[in-house]
């Protein structure tokens, strides 16, 4: 059953759950937007995605590029739960998972630290 949620909740979601960054790390957080879109039109299942250079990837030479991406998928994640508290949970372990990407952490780790 799909959840019905105005974008502008969703985005509220997004914004609580980049909240739930904590603060040492999220001062280390730079040259990085957040999105919010409907669906990714190539992998229509997908809920988040992370585009950018890693922070663990960026050398001496990281300068002039175009802000990395963290783009959460509204309808890919409405369409998976069943409750607006199911809804706050998926779009917590979405934001806090692609944020991890940003850091340098790899999928296989993110799954074992639950953020899968």
């Not at 949620?5 to 914004?15: A, C, Q």
């Not at 990395?68 to 199911?86: Q, W």
Request: aromatic share 6%.
């Amino acid at each position: 059953m799909t959840v019905t949620m105005t974008p502008d909740r969703f985005e509220e979601l997004v914004g609580e759950a980049l909240d739930l960054i904590p603060p040492e790390l999220a001062k280390a957080i730079d040259n990085v937007v957040v999105l919010v879109e409907a669906r990714d039109e190539e992998e229509p299942g997908l809920l988040g995605l992370y585009q950018g250079v890693a922070l663990t990837e960026r050398d001496s030479h990281y300068g002039g590029y175009l802000p990395d991406t963290v783009t959460i998928f509204r309808d890919s994640i409405l369409d998976i739960c069943a409750s607006e508290d199911e809804v706050v949970h998926e779009v917590a372990v979405t934001v806090i998972h692609e944020i991890a990407h940003y850091f340098g952490i790899e999928e296989d780790r993110l799954h074992e630290l639950g953020w899968g």
